[in-house]
């Protein structure tokens, strides 16, 4: 169906872009979860601490991971900040 349309097949719309799409999908999952919530509050239908609540556990998860790697870049890349 997709040749039928026209449309590419995902390894050559993607392009080795995978993680690209991956991560946006995921920012559109969780932008679309915040209105849902906005308009749940706007109904009454959610209290505004409950979408503070659901606010900040969507920041929490949404830090990235530190790789050892990273953070051993970190405590190794300014030695000049140690010293201040």
């Known amino acids: 169906m997709r040749r039928d349309l026209g449309l590419p097949d995902g390894c050559t719309l993607l392009r080795g872009e995978q993680e690209l799409v991956r991560e946006y999908c995921k920012l559109d999952v969780v932008s679309t979860l915040l209105v849902l919530l906005s308009w749940l509050v706007q109904r009454g239908d959610l209290e505004p601490a409950g979408l503070r609540k659901h606010v900040a556990t969507i920041q929490g998860d949404a830090a990235p991971p530190l790789s050892s790697s990273s953070a051993t870049r970190r ?5 000049e900040r140690a010293a201040t």
Do not use: E, R, V, Y
Not at 75 to 79: D, F, L, R, V, Y
């Open 75 to 79: 405590k190794t890349a300014s030695p």
